[in-house]
């Protein structure tokens, strides 16, 4: 395993092999488990597969193939993800970017839909603008598992970060989480840090020139309130940034992400949001064990979302 010895490991990549699929694998897991994808991913003609780390608390099985039909194929089947060409450098060293995905959405509903769709036992949201941009380190509506039912609360966006990340600065949080099986969210897989995030439309940027263009995905055109699968905690700490911290207790959520489909990759193509669209997903999401809500960590279907058109 690489050792960390500056902020990124670097890791050599091949250029005969350019396309590069990481699969996230927990130190908890054994070698025995990793030999049946390396023997998959030999017989595929794979270059190398190896583990590899860039944060103390984050690994991963890199595999290095030459055809990138069947490095999508291989990712696909194991929920990984494409290693961007933008994170090699021109010395061939990969350089992993932060996930910068889904970082604005927006509600576009009442309280009393998301109560209703949310099975929501207690509400203290207190008043709801009918329409909200949601921006991390910002407050925004979740429907939580509480100890006395499902409560409609303001929870601020971003997780709390590795420690490795703010070293004693102010924390801006973790809004994205797609490696929830590192020993970092551990913590918060269990049923009473699950929640319910609402969305009506979410918000990715297009690689356009001069200036990249907002892009929005919803549902479908008439943008129905939905959820994406996230987790909850409560902190104590510095929030913010050293200008303006925030110390105290703060309750905060985040959601998982996962490979994107087939509308979201060509805006996007590293990760989009875990989306619960149906009663048995958001029940399954709330209730169920880790192993059976883990499944829920896959792409919408691409039939049931859409991009929606430029405005005018």
């Known amino acids: 395993m690489a050792s960390r010895k500056q902020r990124w490991t670097k890791t050599l990549l091949n250029a005969r092999f350019p396309h590069h699929v990481i699969i996230p694998w927990p130190e908890s897991r054994s070698v025995q488990e990793r030999l049946p994808i390396i023997y998959e991913a030999t017989a ?5 597969t190896r583990l590899i780390s860039y944060e103390s608390d984050a690994t991963w099985l890199l595999h290095s193939f030459a055809d990138r039909d069947i490095a999508l194929r291989f990712r696909a089947c194991h929920r990984g993800e494409m290693i961007e060409l933008s994170e090699i450098d021109h010395l061939g060293w990969w350089r992993p970017a932060e996930d910068g995905m889904c970082n604005l959405y927006n509600i576009s509903t009442n309280q009393e839909a998301m109560r209703a769709l949310g099975r929501v036992a207690n509400d203290i949201l207190g008043n709801l603008e009918p329409s909200i941009d ?17 409560e409609l609360a303001a929870l601020t966006w971003g997780m709390p970060s590795p420690s490795f990340v703010t070293k004693g600065n102010p924390d801006t949080g973790v809004t994205n989480i797609r490696n929830i099986e590192s020993r970092h969210w551990q913590p918060w897989r269990s049923v009473e840090h699950r929640c319910l995030v609402p969305w009506t439309t979410f918000c990715e940027w ?27 905690t409560t902190w104590n700490g510095v929030r913010g940034s050293q200008k303006t911290p925030r110390p105290g207790t703060h309750e905060l959520f985040g959601f998982l992400t996962c490979e994107p489909n087939e509308v979201v990759a060509p805006i996007h193509p590293k990760a989009m949001p875990v989306i619960l669209t149906t009663e048995e997903e958001r029940e399954t999401w709330m209730t169920a064990p880790w192993d059976d809500a883990l499944k829920l960590q896959r792409p919408l279907p691409a ?9 005018g």
């Open 206 to 232: 297009e690689d356009t020139k001069p200036r990249k263009t907002k892009r929005w995905f919803a549902i479908n055109e008439d943008k129905p309130l939905t959820f994406f699968a996230g987790i909850w």
């Open 134 to 150: 949601v921006y991390p380190d910002r407050p925004a509506p979740v429907v939580r598992n509480t100890p006395g039912g499902r």
């Open 44 to 48: 595929l003609g794979v270059r190398h």
């Open 303 to 311: 039939a049931d979302m859409i991009l929606l058109p430029l405005a």
